[in-house]
């Protein structure tokens, strides 16, 4: 892993998960972009005051950035640099995404009330719906710590499993336990993986220490939350898969109840990643 993006709009959940983010490209020698979309706010109307162009704006953050950017050098010794653009955040994160060769992206979550949640959401779940990558979610007041056990959650389908192989990386790089984990709505459903899957698993998991774990929950993300209490994972790994505009409107989506919701941080893995992702731990 070479290049791992944060994104930041300068808040207390962003600090945190760019120290979070410091820390994870420190352990895996990797550089780090720090990213700001700035709002340009656009009116028709007369206004007392001037309102900022976007070369003032753009000036502005890249001051601030690199103003950041040299504070972590110094604590961290580790690579840094920049960049800033125009919202929308989702849209600027994928531009640079693919321009800068990243494999990975790392954003906050602050706490929301659950009528926030449902009306508004945030900028951090709106990407983890609309984006091509994969992307690490830290909960404002969750320090960084090394990925001892990180919990997948899987429904263990052979279409979706070649998204395991940034997993595997992130563990083999820590020494890390893999803990697969199949929530099912009855327990009459089969408890035990496929030998076909074993074998893929094999292959993407290479030399990982790793394991099965099997519940029983009609409501998925309750069930994870649970295994979360059981299991004290350092990393939670969800596939989310689409969702049509009811799921999301009405939060169903398993990995934004989670995102909003678990205490832990949160990797979201698209199904299908870009092509371009590289990822090297040495």
Same mark, same amino acid.
């Given at each position: ?7 930041? !709009? ?18 895996? =020698? ?60 989702? !849209? ?23 009528? @926030? ?10 990407? #983890? ?25 899987? !429904?263990?389908?052979?279409? =979706?499993? =070649? ?55 009609? @409501? ?13 994972? !350092? ?11 009811? @799921? ?15 205490? #832990? ?12 992702? @590289?990822?090297?731990?040495?």
């Amino acid at each position: 892993m070479e290049t791992i993006l944060v994104a930041t !709009d300068y808040s207390a959940a962003a600090t945190n998960a760019i120290a979070y983010a410091a820390n994870l490209a420190r352990h895996l =020698k990797a550089r780090l972009v720090l990213c700001h979309a700035y709002y340009m706010m656009v009116t028709h109307m007369e206004v007392p005051k001037e309102l900022p162009g976007e070369n003032e704006l753009k000036a502005e953050n890249i001051a601030r950035l690199r103003k950041l950017a040299d504070e972590i050098i110094k604590n961290y010794g580790i690579e840094v640099t920049h960049i800033t653009g125009p919202m929308p955040a989702s !849209d600027f994160l994928l531009t640079t995404f693919y321009q800068t060769k990243a494999s990975l992206v790392v954003m906050g979550m602050r706490e929301l009330s659950k009528l @926030d949640q449902w009306l508004f959401g945030s900028t951090t779940s709106s990407v #983890i719906n609309e984006a091509a990558f994969p992307v690490i979610v830290v909960p404002e007041n969750r320090p960084y710590s090394p990925l001892s056990k990180i919990l997948v959650a899987t !429904d263990l389908q052979l279409h =979706k499993i =070649k998204s395991l192989a940034l997993i595997g990386q992130l563990a083999q790089a820590y020494q890390g336990h893999v803990q697969l984990l199949h929530i099912a709505e009855s327990s009459l459903e089969k408890t035990s993986p496929a030998e076909s899957l074993t074998a893929e698993l094999e292959n993407l998991l290479p030399n990982c220490s790793r394991e099965y774990v099997f519940y029983t929950h009609k @409501d998925i993300a309750a069930g994870i939350k649970q295994a979360i209490t059981d299991y004290t994972p !350092d990393l939670l790994v969800m596939l989310p898969q689409q969702h049509d505009f009811w @799921d999301i409107a009405l939060n169903k989506s398993n990995t934004r109840k989670l995102a909003f919701q678990s205490s #832990i941080p949160l990797l979201a893995i698209p199904a299908s990643t870009t092509s371009h992702l @590289d990822y090297k731990t040495d």
